[in-house]
């Protein structure tokens, strides 16, 4: 019989749960953790010069560029499928920064090419980078202001409208950005002073989209969680980068390895959700399946299911040249039962047959169903007709067993069962109808007899 221990399939994975949320969050402690080592140790040494290894930038962009892309993709299509719009803020926060490090690639001095500005603090670099950080921060405070703390929903429409500009603005900030800072129409200041003001204040902006996301959410989510830490790291990194003062220190190479490493693990964490997401929707759709082939009194088989059995094993054992049998059962007087005692009663009684039933064929390719009503089924698969007869009769045995009171609704005051037996033998082409109607038959047969008997097809 098919074997469908559903409360013990939630308990699993309400401990799997459990155990998950533990490992995340000391995973998560351990990455602030290391964040505050690396912040801690780099910080007294951040301008201190290092060699200048121009692929670094190129491949950081690209890295960057990648973990966004992915990320912004992933959100995107949770986001679209269930229209929260927090996704749907976060899918665009990702997106800038997929967008963002194409621009600062493009004017970084050997980034695209063998050439570019001078190599200084005062570069359209730093420009863009300063841009890039306090931009990030912000669109990061809009999309949790958006989320209102990961509850509210959008309808289809306003999640496709929204991803459509998620995707679209950062791109074409991104470009704008690029283009406009190598002339620099709109820079007054010539001390360059704003882009270590705006770097500050993207680090502020991290540190305050860390605090608000956790008190709205209380973190109960593993995205939730790794968001802030990533929001942490990020701001480690503008502290880093505000102190390094030139490209190519310690500060400057600590603080795009942070950068980095936030993205990353943030992108983890929403890979490792969806994987999540995926078994849950596996355990979910197994259940769903076993509830639909189960009846919802007896736990056995449907009458759905149980013709769909009925017609693979004909098939098999006409392949096999092998013998099948089918018990057909029929509680004696129920009406009476019911009338007596009530549906609830009735329902019981139902309940205590269909126990001794799964008692008796319980071997692994027996298939019991509730056949509809007080009458049930069970497919015998290679029993000839002997052996079906011997288990029919120790359901009967077995329904007695259970001493079912009757009262006045029987002669021997104990609810009984007949049985009617019927086989295919050594995989005859009887079809499906025919071994329903022979075993029905002989059911009528144990019912004229004056019931409480299994009888075998043809006795």
Known sequence: MLDA??????????????????????????????????????????????????????????????????????LALHARATGERLLL??????????A????????????????????????????????????????????IALGQGCAAQWSRRKTHVALCLAFLLPTLFAIAVASIIDTR?????????????????????HVVNAAWLAWRTRLAHPMQLWLVVSLLAW?????????????????????????LAGSVSFLSAVIWQLHLDYRLFEHATRRLAVLASRDGLT?????????????????????????????????????AFNDAFGHPAGDRCIQTVARAIERCARRPGDVAARYGGEEFAVILPDTPAAGALHIAEQIRQGVLAAQIPAGKSVANGWVSVSIGVATADDGSDRSVSALLAAADAALYQAKARGRNQAVLEGS
Not at 119 to 129: C, D, I, L, Y
Not at 134 to 140: C, E, N, P, Q
Not at 235 to 259: D, R
Request: aromatic residues 10%; neutral net charge.
């Open 100 to 143: 963002m490090p194409i621009a600062y690639l493009a004017v970084f001095p050997g980034g695209l090419g063998p050439f570019g500005l001078e190599v200084g603090p005062n570069t359209a670099a730093s420009e863009v980078k300063s841009i890039w950080f306090s931009g990030h921060a912000l669109v990061m405070l809009g999309a």
């Open 185 to 205: 129409p709109f820079m007054m200041d010539p001390q360059r002073q704003w882009p270590m003001a705006l770097l500050k204040i993207g680090g502020l902006l």
């Open 235 to 259: 701001a480690a990194e503008t502290l880093l980068f505000v102190e390094s003062h030139h490209p190519f220190t310690v500060g400057w190479y600590g603080a795009n390895l942070l950068q």
């Open 5 to 74: 221990n559903l409360p013990d399939l939630a308990s699993h994975q309400t401990a799997e749960s459990r155990w998950l949320s533990r490992v995340n969050r000391t995973l998560a402690a351990l990455f602030g953790l290391a964040t505050l080592l690396v912040l801690t140790l780099l910080l007294p040494c951040a301008s201190k010069a290092m060699p200048i290894w121009m692929g670094f930038v190129p491949a950081i962009c690209m890295l960057l560029f990648i973990t966004g892309s992915i990320t912004s993709l992933l």
């Open 89 to 98: 803020g976060l899918t665009g926060v990702f997106a800038f920064n997929a």
């Open 299 to 335: 736990e056995l088989l449907n009458r759905r299911q149980f013709d769909q059995e009925i017609a693979r094993e004909i098939a098999r054992t006409q392949r096999k040249r092998a013998p099948l049998s089918l018990l057909i059962l029929d509680i004696d007087y129920f009406k």
